[in-house]
């Protein structure tokens, strides 16, 4: 590229981070977010899938060493892209479980409201959970849509991450994702 500079104008930063567990850590947590999603039906425990009702594992003694690792990977975001800020803090931390075959094995496209950022960590997944995807969220780089030499994330119009236990993405809450139908449970 003679004579040619590049400008990355308006990027939208996706962060990742891995956290390592200590001893039967992951277990516990697995553990809790399955004694929570049970339910009573009738006579029967049945295990809620999707979105679980409590919203607060941030507050469980048990998930605390994660949740630091969390807002130490979010203060590392807000620094690199130069925000002022107070202090953080997670305002809801919920667990989705997405079993294959079940109509609870998408997660369809949404954004999170109320917030400056957000996030998914993974607990369990295996080579056939699906990833993640985000949106190019400019909606006028759809307007003309030139073939495509190869792919690359300077032409793409989505983006995924691969479901890898003990990682994390930290990303805008504005930024629309979704999670495609699942071979595994997730």
Not at 56 to 69: A, Y
Not at 99 to 123: E, I
Not at 136 to 153: F, G, V, W
Request: with cysteine; charged share 20%.
């Amino acid at each position: 590229m003679a004579n040619v500079e590049r400008f990355d104008a308006f990027p939208t930063c996706i962060y990742r981070f891995k956290y390592n567990f200590e001893g039967s850590q992951r277990k516990e947590m697995i553990d809790s977010i399955m004694s929570e999603s049970v339910k009573e039906s009738g006579n029967k425990k049945v295990q809620r899938l999707g979105s679980q009702e409590n919203n607060q594992l941030h507050k469980i003694d048990t998930f605390k060493p994660l949740v630091d690792s969390i807002l130490e990977s979010s203060h590392d975001a807000m620094e690199d892209l130069g925000y002022v800020y107070n202090s953080l803090e997670i305002t809801n931390m919920w667990a989705n479980i997405l079993k294959p075959n079940s109509s609870k094995s998408a997660h369809h496209p949404h954004t999170h409201s109320n917030n400056f950022l957000s996030g998914t960590f993974y607990l369990q997944s295996s080579s056939d959970t699906s990833p993640i995807v985000f949106f190019d969220p400019r909606p006028q780089a759809s307007i003309l849509r030139p073939r495509k030499n190869k792919n690359n994330t300077l032409n793409a119009d989505q983006m995924s991450f691969d479901s890898q236990i003990g990682y994390g993405l930290i990303f805008p809450s504005w930024l629309q994702h979704w999670v495609p139908q699942t071979n595994d449970e997730r």
